[in-house]
């Protein structure tokens, strides 16, 4: 059975909506999700009160234990949060270790704008993950959603548009999010057995 650590950072909720989505497409094909965040990082003159997160904090263990990595972020200027980034600049000596060789890796997001980065920043979470040899899933345009939706979603990975009036994921969002959950979850039990 295959471990699929779920790895965002979601300020305003909309990533981690995104993130338990994905996690139901995991567990949908008998895989087990494992959800984990990163704590929040003060800027130039701000001060964070540390508050209680969803999900437990990721450590290194996590990423040597998963069969596969689905990594999750609000849009950031077309990039990932620093929180996240913060994180994966941690990662040297995993690298070194090929501790993720190999691994199938699923990127998601979510966002204010339609045209806010979301794309970008997708294709920007891939590098250090490629650079890490993992093997990049996305959405093919088999998924009946992909041509249909008006707002996120991607060949590059599930994404959600959030706005005052679209605060839920929409239907394609959810299918888009649940299909690369189960895409990510079935690849890497297929990569177990060989």
């Known amino acids: ?20 989505l994905i996690a139901r497409g ?3 094909t008998g895989a087990v999700a494992t959800l984990r965040t990163v704590p929040e990082l003060a800027f130039a003159g701000e001060s964070i009160q540390p508050q209680p997160a969803d999900d437990p904090f990721v450590t290194l263990d996590d990423l040597k234990r998963c069969d596969g990595l689905a990594f999750g972020s609000p849009v950031r200027f077309g990039n990932m949060a620093a929180p996240l980034k ?39 979470m891939m590098l250090p993950l490629l650079h890490h040899g993992m093997v990049i899933v996305g ?21 959600h548009v959030t706005s005052e009036d679209h605060r839920q994921p929409d239907n394609n969002e ?21």
């Open 139 to 159: 959405l093919p345009h088999s998924e009946p959603a992909l041509h249909t939706t008006s707002g996120g979603g991607s060949p590059y990975g599930p994404s």
């Open 1 to 20: 059975m295959a471990d699929i650590l779920i790895l965002y950072y979601s300020r305003h909720g909309g990533t981690r909506k995104m993130a338990r």
């Open 86 to 124: 913060h994180f994966i600049d941690s990662t040297s000596k995993e690298w070194l270790a090929g501790t993720l060789i190999g691994k199938p890796a699923l990127v998601f997001t979510s966002g204010s704008m339609l045209h806010g980065g979301q794309e970008t920043m997708l294709q920007s």
């Open 174 to 194: 959810k299918d888009l999010a649940i299909a690369g959950g189960k895409r990510l979850a079935m690849i890497a039990s297929q990569l177990q057995t060989r």
């Open 26 to 28: 995991v567990e949908s």
